[in-house]
Nanobody
Framework: QVQLAESGGGLVQAGGSLRLSCAASGSIVSINSMGWYRQAPGKQRELVAVITSGGSTNYADSVKGRFAISRDNAKNTVYLQMNSLKPEETAVYYC?????????????????WGQGTQVTVSS
C-alpha cells in the first residue's frame, strides 16, 4: 500500500512563513504529479499548488509570488514553502499525489491523499 505523511503545519502570525513536507512511502513504482490542497471551515477543498515529475508547476492565483512548491524525487517528497501568510489562509492543508503502485502482482494508478495538517494564521 501507499501512504502520504505530512508535516510542518502549525500556528504562525500573519506575514509569517511555514514549510510543509509530504513524504510518500510504500509499494511505489512511480509518482506523476504531487500537490497541495487546502480546505477552510465551511469551504470546499481547493488547489494550492501542483508540480509534475518533470518539475512544471502551477499555482492558485491567490498564492502566486508567495508560495513555492518543490519536490525531491529521490525521497518521494513534496514541499510547500509558504511566505507572507494571511489569516484567511487558515485551513487544513492536504498533500495529494498521483502514484503508480504495485500491489501483489497488479499495478494500480490513482490519487492518494495525506491525512492533512492544520495551518493557522493569526491576525
Amino acid at each position: 500500500q501507499v501512504q502520504l505523511a505530512e508535516s510542518g503545519g502549525g500556528l504562525v502570525q500573519a506575514g509569517g512563513s511555514l514549510r510543509l513536507s509530504c513524504a510518500a512511502s510504500g509499494s511505489i513504482v512511480s509518482i506523476n504529479s504531487m500537490g497541495w490542497y487546502r480546505q477552510a471551515p465551511g469551504k470546499q477543498r481547493e488547489l494550492v499548488a501542483v508540480i509534475t515529475s518533470g518539475g512544471s508547476t502551477n499555482y492558485a492565483d491567490s498564492v502566486k509570488g508567495r508560495f513555492a512548491i518543490s519536490r525531491d524525487n529521490a525521497k518521494n517528497t513534496v514541499y510547500l514553502q509558504m511566505n507572507s501568510l494571511k489569516p484567511e489562509e487558515t485551513a487544513v492543508y492536504y498533500c495529494n499525489a498521483h502514484i503508480m503502485a504495485k500491489v501483489a502482482s497488479l499495478f494500480t494508478q490513482r490519487d492518494y491523499w495525506g491525512q492533512g495538517t492544520q495551518v493557522t494564521v493569526s491576525s
